[in-house]
């Protein structure tokens, strides 16, 4: 399917911080969630993840930290467990984030950095968006 006739960005996932990966995907599996059988260990995020396919475009993201210096760990020491972003998937990353900082938003990465499930990504400040932490994810070739 083309982005277009969808502007440029289309929904990729909704992300949850979890504290327990394997209690949370028993969980939304038990409210019917089937869950990739992968689970993929960011290093560079320390973050490990597990995903859910929702519909054609979006999936549930579950988020559980590896290590106790990532930012998904300081994020559930601060705020607990529950709904830590949204993401938007575009056709090219650094263009729309060049965009975005042209139009005046906040972004957590000078740059684009490496993602789960080998993607690109940058994170829309939470200021910039009345509170909200949104991600823009480009998947790249393999």
Request: hydrophobic share 35%; aromatic share 4%; charged share 30%.
């Amino acid at each position: 399917m083309s982005l277009k006739g969808l502007g440029d960005v289309v929904l990729d996932h909704v992300a949850i911080a979890v504290g327990d990966l394997d209690q949370a995907i028993k969980t939304w599996e038990e409210l019917g969630l089937e869950f990739e059988p992968e689970r993929e260990v960011v290093k560079e995020q320390g973050v490990e993840t597990a995903f859910a396919q929702i519909d054609t475009n979006a999936h549930l993201e579950l988020l559980s930290p590896h290590g106790e210096s990532g930012p998904i760990h300081k994020y559930i020491e601060k705020k607990g467990e529950g709904i830590h972003h949204l993401c938007f998937k575009v056709p090219d990353v650094k263009l729309k984030s060049e965009e975005l900082k042209e139009k005046g938003f906040k972004l957590i990465n000078e740059t684009p950095v490496k993602g789960a499930g080998n993607c690109l990504v940058n994170f829309i400040h939470p200021k910039s968006t009345g509170g909200v932490l949104v991600e823009i994810s480009q998947k790249l070739e393999s």
